[in-house]
């Protein structure tokens, strides 16, 4: 959903933002709401989670879901469990919104308007999961899932935010609240934004931060039982039989934990679950394993030199082209899979969350601080508010969640939002609340989430491999100094182009870029000097970048070059 709010209100910019979301989703029908002082657009027959409600003069409008208002019934006796939007009015109305949004489990943006007080609301979810953009010049408030809507409004100061465009090209990511446009922001996680029409101020809260999880002192063994009931927990808040729902199923531990919790609680239940990749890839293999153990339906979805690149175009502008083009793996079978599920449980950041997949490159049980993250983020890292008291935790992993993890990894769920719902049970928020009650220790190297997989769901963890390590799973071991050497100097000798591993990899980018219709595409994109000059990108990505990776198969230079190209 997308609006704008001014005292001075023109309709003509909102229907400039109507006109640019009809481009990027042709065939959508709107449903739009205009005021004196404010318009909002929502979709209707869209296949994400919109829902608007109203109570006296405040009016929210929704985009996605809250998994556990029912439990919260208790605490806050006038949620209505069969709509998210009258409960955050009613929160509003009874002045608790704060104190409400933080007990919410949810994967959600919403836009609150009271229109007697004259005050726009901009509310994000606890972790900042779902992407909403938002512009104000002093004079209105513009918002919209997309920066390109925003974008569509004439008056809108077009100045690019340089650092942020570098930091793109090098990390293949943006950072904090951060676009590739000055004054276009992204809402920050756990907060309310809140712009008064007639006198055009700004206010920003956060009703939650990561300090507010206690540590807790409970034995390993304790631990990983009670971690094991927590995930169920949270894959049956997100589990409903009578809707369609499926599992997209790799060759990891997250997604096949999904399949393990759905099959333990509904074992009569035959599931839907769909893997993509390239023909013989390990993926493919493991997930027809699991789902055959588990008796599902399994659709396989498969990667081709001449399938993958032209159908992820659309989304450049589906995601504000803050997702390089590489890493869109599957949108190119959205339109298919749309039929079959109208919801995917994703695996979303599993690994690490309960793998601790970041803690073998940072200090344990420590806050973090500009140099502790610098290992992922380089000289960019200035550009991450590490003092904010949001982060105020003994752990440097929640500033890596909402930098990489958030701007990165979400993007893939952006794409997927395009046609099917996203929920994420790793990022329950008492499964979070939990693990970071814990000493860094017991997530380190995989110990407690494998112990837990083994436990829970032995029939799909004791002799299934895992395609990371192609052994079973369990905790992972730490390569001895010499061995990280070796393959590093390896690299600097053969090329990244001659480790790829033949037929464990889901997909072959190296390749396809090789092909004769990729080398006509892109020598079209990078010798096209007068965009390039336009858009004050001054790297020379034909000469230094892609003709390189053609001519050498030693060079692996796909990451940068569908960076630049995107």
């Not at 409600?53 to 929210?60: E, F, H, P």
């Not at 609240?177 to 992204?186: A, C, R």
Request: proline letters at 3%; hydrophobic letters at 40%.
């Amino acid at each position: 959903m997308f609006g704008i709010a001014s005292k001075n209100l023109r309709i003509s910019d909102f229907q400039s933002m109507i006109n640019s979301f009809e481009d990027i989703y042709p065939k959508q029908e709107l449903d739009s709401l205009s005021a004196s002082c404010f318009a909002i657009g929502t979709p209707l027959r869209f296949r994400r989670k919109t829902n608007k409600s109203s109570v006296g003069c405040t009016s929210v409008w929704v985009d996605g879901e809250a998994y556990n208002l029912s439990e919260l019934n208790d605490i806050f006796p006038f949620i209505n469990t069969e709509s998210f939007a009258l409960s955050l009015a009613r929160a509003y109305q009874l002045n608790v919104l704060e104190d409400f949004l933080a007990q919410v489990d949810g994967y959600f943006y919403a836009i609150l308007i009271d229109e007697e007080a004259g005050l726009v609301k901009l509310i994000s979810d606890r972790y900042g999961m779902r992407m909403l953009y938002w512009y104000t010049d002093g004079a209105k408030l513009i918002f919209s899932p997309n920066v390109l809507d925003i974008l569509s409004v004439d008056d809108v100061e077009l100045e690019l935010d340089r650092e942020s465009i570098e930091c793109f090209k090098e990390l293949g990511y943006v950072l904090e609240d951060n676009t590739f446009l000055d004054n276009i922001k992204l809402i920050k996680p756990a907060s309310i934004v809140t712009f008064g029409i007639e006198d055009s101020e700004f206010s920003f809260v956060r009703y939650w931060k990561w300090s507010q999880i206690e540590k807790n002192p409970i034995e390993f063994e304790d631990a990983v039982n009670t971690l094991g009931e927590l995930f169920l927990a949270a894959v049956e808040r997100r589990y409903r039989v009578e809707e369609k729902i499926g599992v997209a199923v790799s060759g990891g531990l997250d997604s096949r934990a999904i399949v393990a919790a759905i099959s333990k609680l509904h074992p009569d239940r035959e599931g839907f679950g769909y893997t993509f990749g390239v023909q013989g890839c390990e993926d493919i293999k493991i997930a027809d394993q699991v789902l055959k153990r588990a008796g599902w339906h399994h659709e396989t979805y498969y990667f081709t030199q001449n399938n993958w690149l032209e159908s992820r175009l659309p989304y450049i502008d589906v995601t504000s082209g803050l997702l390089d083009m590489k890493h869109m793996h599957g949108c190119e079978f959205l339109p298919d899979l749309s039929k079959h599920i109208n919801i995917n449980l994703n695996g979303y950041a599993g690994d690490a969350i309960l793998g601790g997949g970041f803690l073998n490159k940072v200090p344990w049980d420590t806050r973090a601080s500009s140099e502790n993250i610098k290992r992922f983020f380089g000289k960019f890292t200035h550009m991450i508010d590490v003092e904010d008291d949001y982060y105020d935790i003994e752990c440097v992993e929640p500033v890596i969640y909402m930098n990489r993890v958030r701007r990165f990894t979400a993007m893939g769920s952006v794409c997927g939002l395009h046609y099917v719902e996203q929920r994420k049970p790793f990022f329950d928020n008492r499964i979070v609340e939990f693990v970071f009650s814990l000493p860094d220790s017991y997530r380190a190297n995989n110990r407690i989430y494998s112990e837990m997989l083994k436990r829970f769901f032995p029939t799909y963890f004791l002799d299934i491999p895992w395609q990371k390590t192609g052994e079973v799973v369990g905790e992972i071991k730490v390569k001895p100094l010499y061995i990280k050497v070796y393959y590093r100097l390896l690299r600097m000798i053969i090329g990244d182009g001659f480790l790829h591993k033949e037929n464990r990899e889901f997909t072959d980018y190296p390749n396809w870029l090789r092909s004769d219709s990729s080398i006509a595409f892109f020598s079209k994109i990078f010798t096209c000097e007068a965009e390039i000059e336009k858009r004050n990108i001054k790297s020379d990505c034909f000469g230094s970048l892609f003709l390189p990776h053609v001519k050498n198969l030693k060079i692996d230079n796909s990451n940068e070059v569908l960076r630049m190209a995107t």
